[in-house]
């Protein structure tokens, strides 16, 4: 048997999204940051290739005058706008609408599509579905292609995919929570419903990640991809999470790709059971 | 005329365009997009969008998001 060169491995087919292929199924927003140089170089470790931005009014009267674009390489990374901080539908399709000029304005590939969020309150930034669904009609109809963060609710995550989403991302936590995947049963049901009879729809875990593992166990249930971004930002060491961050969803992709044992509630003997030598006799 | 731009009023020339005043605020066009009485002003459209008396603008940019 020969061994293969790991660029031959099943993990390294490339994962799609909408029009979009990339080779990372790790996309990371770019919020909460020290600082941009730290932002940066945690970008750059985790390998990723698609990152989130946010759309919010311009400081006019900011003397610095810097700006998140200028520590970003918009040549190398598809940018992907979200609407976070609305609450009604028709707030969420204006600010995708900015998103989308911004992005023409920059010749970036992120400018046909966008992260949908619409949210239903402040304490827990849960989403409000109602106003989710309509608002994915709505932004299906003006040509987006239409990223839903949304719950763990298998309902509601076929209903979004029946308006036309191109994705269903649900939440493993509430957002910035670092609670990790609370329900994986309903992730697992929201996987069987989406992609029953179209196994190529992608869906993502968007949010509630707090440290590599949860990303692995993410991944090992069968998602196509985790976007995260409190989890790096906000640890100790960005950069360095960043990078596990990365081998996480490669490890979490490879194992689910592997086809893991199944959980027995006893042992079974790794080595041979036959061949033993001879127990000493009791004295 | 007066005009609202992010919430804040402001004395502008009369039908000064969107590009204009984009200008006036010293930002970079690029940088920014253009709602106008919370209707987008496609960026094509900045230098032929004159504004007026009352308008409410926001402009807005990217920032750091997850």
């Known amino acids: 048997m020969s061994i293969q060169p790991a660029t031959l491995l099943p993990a ?27 932002m940066a170089e945690s970008l750059e470790a985790s390998g990723a290739e698609c990152i989130t931005v946010a759309v919010r009014r311009e400081r006019l009267i900011d003397s610095q005058g810097r700006n998140l674009l200028d520590f970003i390489d918009t040549s190398r990374y598809v940018l992907l706008p979200n609407t976070a901080g609305c609450f009604t539908a028709d707030d969420a399709v204006r600010v995708a609408r900015l998103g989308r000029d911004l992005l023409q304005g920059l010749e970036n590939p992120g400018a046909d599509w966008v992260k949908l ?29 239409v990223l839903c963060y949304t719950t763990d609710d298998p309902i509601t ?10 994705s269903v991302m649900p939440a493993g936590s ?39 593992s949860d990303v692995t166990i993410a991944m090992e249930l069968g998602v196509d991809g985790v976007l995260l971004n409190t989890g790096i930002a906000h640890a100790a060491d960005p950069v360095r999470m960043a990078r596990a961050m990365k081998l996480a969803t490669e490890s979490g992709r490879l194992a689910y790709l592997s086809g893991r044992i ?15 030598i001879a127990p000493l006799r009791p004295r | 005329m007066q005009i609202i731009v992010n919430g804040s009023p402001r004395e502008a020339p009369a039908k000064i365009t969107v590009a204009a005043l984009l200008a006036e605020l010293a930002v970079e066009p690029r940088y920014v997009a253009v709602e106008v009485n919370q209707e987008l002003v496609p960026r094509a459209r900045h230098r032929d969008w004159p504004l007026a008396e009352g308008d409410r603008l926001e402009v807005v940019t990217l920032v750091g998001g997850g």
Not at chain 1, 12 to 35: C, M, Q, W
């Open chain 1, 117 to 145: 969020e619409v949210l239903g309150d402040k304490k827990t930034l849960l989403p409000d579905p109602v106003a989710t669904l309509a608002a994915t009609e709505n932004l299906v109809a003006d040509g987006f292609q």
């Open chain 1, 174 to 212: 509430p957002i910035g929570s670092g609670q990790g995947i609370l329900n994986p049963n309903n992730i697992r049901i929201c996987l069987e419903y989406l992609k029953d009879d179209d196994p190529d729809y992608p869906v993502i875990v968007d949010a509630g990640v707090g440290t590599a």
């Open chain 1, 12 to 38: 390294a087919e490339p994962f799609r999204l909408g029009n979009h292929t990339f080779a990372s199924r790790l996309i990371v927003g770019t919020g909460k940051y020290a600082d941009y140089a730290v």
């Open chain 1, 157 to 166: 995550a076929r209903r979004l995919k029946e308006a036309g989403a191109t």
């Open chain 1, 262 to 276: 199944p959980k027995r509630l006893y042992a079974t003997a790794s080595s041979p059971e036959e061949g033993t």
